[in-house]
């Protein structure tokens, strides 16, 4: 079965500055990875996602995200940070199922 | 832009009773999914719907819940005899107008808000 792990519960940065999101997998064949990000009181918003191809995929608002499959890792970038990116940040993974596992989510906070 | 509807955003119901979650998937999608969160915490997988009938399901998705597809629009989440325990926000997500299921993004809906007293 798949599984997800995000393992920072908190990141802060400062407005201006790069910022990384951290999230590594586990799954038994080939990985389908989505980041989403959630506003206080909304739903998830689809980011990014990769699939096959290209490693370094772009998405949404500027972010980006590495793949790795040596470290199976799959962190979420973004060059210079936004105080309205402060939001709960979710990476998730599929195999061959239907089910999408999500990571526990790590906060971001961006401060003036 | 499309998107996901739910209503209704809030229900608050006694413990022992049913409730329905409606949503409104994406009008060309035809993979359907319900989730759920804890207090801002983990979403957890529920159950995924294909074919009028259920894909996948978690360990969560016991004998309590039911998904329906009643007609070309809706699709609901039944859960008989609410629990405590059963207080989340619940998310509807849709995605994939064809082919492979597995790569496409879910979009999800605005959620609602079960509370269980």
């Known amino acids: 079965a798949q599984s997800v792990a995000q393992p920072e519960d908190q990141v802060n940065v400062a407005e201006g500055n790069p910022l990384t999101v951290k999230c590594t997998y586990s799954v038994s064949g080939n990985p389908y990875l989505f980041w989403y990000v959630q506003y206080p009181n909304r739903g998830l918003q689809f980011l990014l996602k990769y699939i096959t191809g290209d490693n370094l995929v772009k998405g949404s608002y500027g972010f980006e995200a590495e793949f790795n499959k040596s470290q199976t890792s799959f962190h979420l970038k973004k060059p210079s940070a936004l105080v309205s990116d402060s939001a709960l940040y979710f990476c998730a993974v599929r195999d061959s199922g239907n089910d999408m596992r999500f990571g526990a989510g790590t906060r971001l906070t961006v401060k003036p | ?117």
């Open chain 2, 1 to 117: 832009e499309p998107e996901v509807t739910q209503t209704p955003s809030h229900q608050v119901t006694q413990m022992g009773q049913e409730v329905i979650l409606r949503c409104v998937p994406i009008s060309n999608h035809l993979y359907f999914y319900w989730y759920r969160q804890i207090l801002g915490q983990k979403v957890e997988f529920l159950v995924s719907f294909y074919n009028n009938e259920i894909s996948e399901k978690s360990e969560i998705f016991d004998d309590q819940f039911s998904v329906e597809r009643p007609d070309g629009s809706n699709f609901t989440l039944k859960i008989r005899s609410t629990k405590l325990e059963d207080s989340a926000m619940y998310f509807c997500a849709s995605s994939g107008p064809s082919g492979s299921p597995f790569t496409y993004e879910q979009y999800f809906g605005p959620g609602t808000r079960l509370t269980v007293t």
